[in-house]
């Protein structure tokens, strides 16, 4: 785990090695592997970090939700990386994230406004049980 979250996290290193260690992380799962790759989210790179929530939402794991609010409230951060962070947020479906996603439900940003409300959609959809989305 220690030598993913350097690989993941070494400004140095080659992106192609960088972006293994992210989907090894992912694939061993759990809060360890969270904590990893949310180190990654101080990379200099829109890339990886968007790819770091992607992977969270993929994972589905509501301890990811926190790192994910960061990333989202952040309005330094790239609007790429804020708009896969709504979304991955949608994607684990834990109803805690509901307030910040309502937050910018009406940001000035389109794509943070229009990824919010997608998320938004799709918790309550989660939420409701139906078939049909």
Not at 8 to 15: I, N, P, Q, W
């Amino acid at each position: 785990m220690k030598l993913l979250r350097e690989t993941l996290c070494d400004e140095d290193g080659r992106m192609f090695e960088r972006m293994r260690a992210l989907f090894a992380l992912r694939n061993l799962g759990g809060a360890e592997s969270i904590d990893a790759l949310a180190g990654g989210f101080e990379s200099k790179s829109a890339l990886l970090k968007h790819e770091i929530a992607y992977v969270m939402g993929q994972m589905q794991e509501s301890h990811a939700v926190p790192h994910l609010i960061d990333r989202l409230s952040d309005p330094e951060e790239d609007l790429m990386v804020r708009h896969e962070a709504a979304e991955a947020l949608g994607a684990i479906g834990d109803r805690t994230a509901m307030s910040t996603l309502e937050s910018f439900r009406n940001d000035a940003e389109p794509v943070i406004s229009e990824s919010c409300e997608v998320a938004i959609d799709l918790l309550d959809w989660m939420q409701s049980k139906s078939v049909e989305y």
